[in-house]
């Protein structure tokens, strides 16, 4: 599948931590989209990961979709039927859980500025995410495979990190 095929609305989901922010501004820059990071809406900048209200998040995500053109990283099924509504093409991206791990344990501890990040705030290793990514992800992944399934809009499923690596240089991305 060439990139173009998923048109100018992109909706990447997967497990966190396994690369839908980094993903997201690759493809950002190399088709000139808008780039959008759920987490950045859900959550309150400079501040420690605090949530917004339910109402606050859905008017952001929902003043957002409404655009021409973007790529949105990030899953959050309470809006998600009207993201995929409005999407041209998916990406999925499901990796294991011990790489969701990895990747999260790496971020927190090794990088100071990331894709996605939360403005004025510093990762930290949470037992709240840890037990997100080890317990709540593999019934989300299991979730988002069978909707994925369901979808007809043009898709792909990358289920890697070296899935997700190949097919940054199959699309000639810049990470």
């Known amino acids: 599948m060439k990139l173009s095929d998923l048109g100018n609305r992109i909706c990447i989901m997967g497990p ?3 690369g ?24 309150l900048p400079n501040t420690n990961w ?30 998600l039927s009207q993201r995929l509504f409005r999407a041209t093409g998916v990406i999925l991206l499901d990796v294991s859980t011990s790489s969701s791990l990895l990747r999260y344990v790496n971020r927190t501890l090794f990088q100071r500025k ?38 007809t809009i043009p898709k792909i499923k990358l289920t890697s990190i070296k ?3 190949d097919q940054f240089d199959k699309w000639e991305l810049t990470r």
């Not at 993903?23 to 987490?39: E, F, Q, T």
């Not at 339910?54 to 053109?69: C, G, P, Q, R, Y």
């Not at 990514?133 to 369901?150: D, H, M």
């Open 163 to 165: 899935e997700i690596k």
């Open 16 to 18: 966190s931590n396994s």
């Open 114 to 151: 990331r894709y996605g990040g939360l403005e004025g705030s510093r990762d930290s290793i949470k037992w709240k995410m840890i037990h997100h990514i080890s317990v709540v992800t593999p019934n989300s992944r299991k979730y988002y495979a069978g909707l994925f399934e369901q979808l």
């Open 50 to 79: 605090q949530e917004r209200s339910v109402d606050e998040f859905i008017s952001l995500h929902d003043m957002a979709i409404k655009e021409d053109n973007w790529v949105i990283d990030g899953n959050y099924r309470k809006c």
């Open 20 to 43: 839908k922010s980094t993903l997201a501004n690759a493809i950002s820059r190399k088709c000139n989209l808008k780039v959008i990071h759920l987490d950045q809406l859900f959550h």
